[in-house]
């Protein structure tokens, strides 16, 4: 959201910014701000960690006492976090509209928490910003079909804004020893991959393949949620898998800007690799990206470590000329139609 709120704050919109707290560690949180010059927040609700529903219920709690207090004319979410679906929920009780900046994803998948909150924000939001026209069919399909502006992913923005200035000023690569396309990256955190301790080892197991194949590390910045799990699963000794820290955003986009690959179970990295042309493998069984495996910078692994292996041997040989389709300046069209809105 970090397009969005500069742009915002440009034009001189009346805004104020509800932090939940849902990330807290300094790692995890006031990195971002402090990389992304974003102003304070004017609420943070520390709401810290917990179950979903004890996650959503302390959210919502906190949301709706500010909102009753503030009385916004308009809520923007993201996404399909928990904030946003305690913030939507919150703002659809007291009857305030509803603005979804990442609209109409879906991975049709109920076992992903995520899709859950995609589906409930989408169904409260009054007005819908999809990155592809392919959101706009989903959304159409459940019977949504008013509001709906196709404008680009902010992703885009945040990425071109930012690669640069990460390149020139993050000294990652050097301490760490890496050189350019001379590794893997990985990124495991959801739910259904770490908590599932036979989905974990056999991701690791699977990493452990590709690391002893092409004689390379593959660097893990890991997610607390998943070094949580570690002691439950077994790390191959044979293999050069490098379990680091969480690392900030200009560290970050520097790693996967240089990687030879990424292996992930994110989605919103999915997108990153595609917009920086970095090819991709995904572990996990679906994505809400399908662009992504159209375009042909993404390939689904699911779990299993000798498929994964195949697949990124797969990705590597691919010709990396896959054109992105999430648009660009993509903060400035949402702020143009909001203008429109907010004038009526």
């Known amino acids: 959201m970090a397009p969005f709120i500069h742009e915002a704050k440009t034009r001189a919109f009346n805004f104020f910014i509800i932090h ?66 305690a913030g939507a929920l919150a703002a659809a009780k007291l009857g305030i509209p509803i603005i979804q900046l990442e609209a109409g994803l879906r991975s049709f998948d109920r076992g992903m928490p995520e899709e859950v909150n995609r589906l409930v924000v989408d169904r409260l939001a009054s007005y819908f910003f999809a990155p592809t026209p392919l959101q706009q069919t989903h959304l159409e399909n459940e019977g949504i079909r008013e509001n709906i502006f196709v404008v680009g992913n902010l992703i885009v923005d945040a990425v071109t804004e930012n690669v640069k200035k990460a390149l020139a000023t993050s000294s990652i690569m050097g301490r760490l020893g890496l050189e350019r396309e001379n590794y893997f990256l990985a990124t495991i955190h959801r739910a259904g991959a770490v908590d599932n301790h036979q989905n974990f080892q056999n991701l690791l197991n699977g990493l452990a393949l590709i690391a002893k194949r092409y004689k390379l590390p593959v660097m893990y910045p890991i997610h607390p949620r998943a070094r949580k799990n570690l002691e439950r699963v077994t790390l191959a000794a044979d293999a050069d898998i490098r379990i680091i820290d969480p690392v900030d955003y200009f560290d970050f986009l520097t790693l996967v800007s240089n990687a030879k690959l990424i292996l992930s179970d994110s989605g919103g990295i999915q997108e990153e690799a595609a917009i920086l042309g970095v090819p991709l493998v995904t572990l996990r069984k679906n994505t809400e990206r399908q662009e992504t495996l159209t375009m042909g910078s993404n390939v689904i692994a699911g779990f299993d470590p000798e498929t994964i292996s195949q697949k990124t041997e797969e990705m590597i040989s691919r010709e990396r000329n896959w054109r992105h389709p999430y648009g660009e300046h993509v903060a400035q069209k949402m702020c143009n139609i909001l203008e429109k809105v907010l004038s009526t």
């Open 20 to 85: 939940t707290g849902q990330h807290y560690s300094d790692i995890m949180d006031k990195v971002f701000w402090n990389n992304l010059n974003l102003p304070d927040p004017k609420y943070n609700l520390g709401v810290g960690s917990g179950t979903h529903a004890e996650q959503v219920g302390k959210m919502m709690i906190g949301v709706e006492k500010v909102l009753a207090e503030e009385k916004p004319d308009y809520i923007c979410v993201y996404a399909d976090l928990n904030s946003s679906i």
